[in-house]
């Protein structure tokens, strides 16, 4: 009944409208600006430093589930933290994007380099590979993408709305998990604009906190 409801929710949910908002697209202009500026180096010294942050995290370190992406060039490599989820025993599950719709499914063994790119450059589960959905168990964390984030814990999104969605229905339940992002120092200011279909998060994990 728990999960029925969830998904009843959920599907919901995936017709509210979004509005663009002229501040955020401002602001995801700026950041990109930002991220563009920084050499291969530093991302690679900022995303080790994120790293070691994220696998001492009492919210991690406590999780047995967790969500988290398939990081690009522009974002903080996630692929080591990935790697460290599964040599610890633990359930890695990664976004798929499709109709409309994230799921978030397990990666398996080896799925890392057999999953091919969506058109928006995302590595991504094909609809051949059958996976466990989170949703049937449940998360205990998520760690979540994004363009900008506020030390208060506001989260500025790519605009599609996936992940506010996706934490507002598992936030309707009991139990729900805990969410926190990865960022470059240049994502994470005072204050973000945020709305009322914007979901704050737990926190988030910078190199220079």
């Known amino acids: 009944m728990w999960l029925r409801n969830l998904i009843h ?12 908002d002229p501040a955020k697209l401002l602001l995801r202009e700026k950041v990109a600006t930002r991220i563009a500026q920084l050499s291969a180096e530093e991302k690679k010294r900022q995303s080790e430093i994120v790293y ?41 599950f990664v976004p798929q994007y499709a109709g409309g719709v994230m799921k978030m ?16 450059g995302i590595q991504q589960h094909s609809k051949d590979q059958q996976r466990e959905d989170a949703l049937g168990n449940g998360l205990d964390l998520i760690i979540a ?17 996936y992940y506010d969605k996706y934490i507002t229905n598992l936030r309707a339940n009991p139990n729900p998990p805990k969410i ?17 279909l914007d979901q704050r998060i737990d926190g988030v994990i910078y190199a220079d906190d």
């Open 180 to 196: 926190i992002a990865v960022a470059f120092n240049c994502q994470v200011m005072e204050e973000v604009p945020m709305n009322e």
């Open 145 to 161: 993408p994004g363009v900008a984030f506020s030390k208060s814990g506001g989260r500025v999104g790519h605009g599609g709305g």
């Open 52 to 92: 070691n942050k994220v696998i001492n995290h009492p919210y991690y370190k406590s999780a047995q589930r967790i969500a988290i992406f398939m990081s690009t060039d522009q974002e903080v490599n996630t692929m080591p933290i990935i790697s460290h989820i599964k040599a610890r025993g633990a359930a890695a």
């Open 105 to 120: 499914l397990r990666l398996e063994q080896d799925d890392e380099k057999t999953m091919p790119l969506t058109r928006h």
């Open 9 to 20: 929710c959920y599907s919901a949910s995936v017709r509210m409208s979004r509005t663009p």
